[in-house]
């Protein structure tokens, strides 16, 4: 599978999300098991409006899915993985008027389950928080196929 086609099929999953659609995610970057998501900043997903501060819940909905997304990079076939555990821990808070990216990684990939690590961050070096995850592999003929077939488009 292409990055191209990664990217696609990313961009089609994300956006049957409600809270990534109203969050305004977009792919950054999609390769083999790994996947940048781009948060912009918007006075909607403003936390504390003295300050500016991007509210935690935007930026755990962002890792997550990007965790999640990750799997379309990770597989050779589009298949639906619940999260079955997601571990946040916050280190700083993003800066106001930034975006906020979170790379994703399936840094494991078994026959049941899938792991991944994913960063958020403004600048690279700076972390803004990291989680790692494990996603249920639940199978391809698990998977509606009409939503399959929407995911991976005319390709397949």
């Not at 500016?52 to 997550?64: F, K, N, P, Q, S």
């Not at 079955?84 to 994703?104: F, K």
């Not at 990291?130 to 929407?150: N, W, Y």
């Amino acid at each position: 599978m292409t990055n191209n086609t990664r990217r696609d099929r990313v961009n089609r999953f994300i956006d049957t999300l409600a809270q990534s659609r109203a969050l305004g995610l977009t792919v950054a970057e999609a390769d083999e098991n790994r996947l940048v998501l781009c948060l912009p900043y918007s006075e909607q997903i403003v936390g504390n409006p003295e300050t500016g501060v991007i509210h935690g819940g935007a930026i755990t909905t962002l890792m997550d899915t990007a965790s999640g997304s990750v799997m379309i990079c990770a597989l050779p076939e589009f298949e639906l993985c619940p999260t079955l555990d997601l571990r946040v821990d916050y280190m700083r808070p993003a800066e106001p008027h930034r975006p906020v990216y979170a790379r994703a990684e399936a840094y494991r990939v078994t026959q049941n389950i899938i792991f991944t690590r994913c960063e958020a961050y403004q600048d690279t070096d700076k972390v803004i928080a990291h989680c790692v995850g494990t996603f249920m592999r639940i199978g391809q003929e698990a998977t509606p196929k009409s939503f399959r077939d929407l995911i991976v488009g005319g390709e397949a």
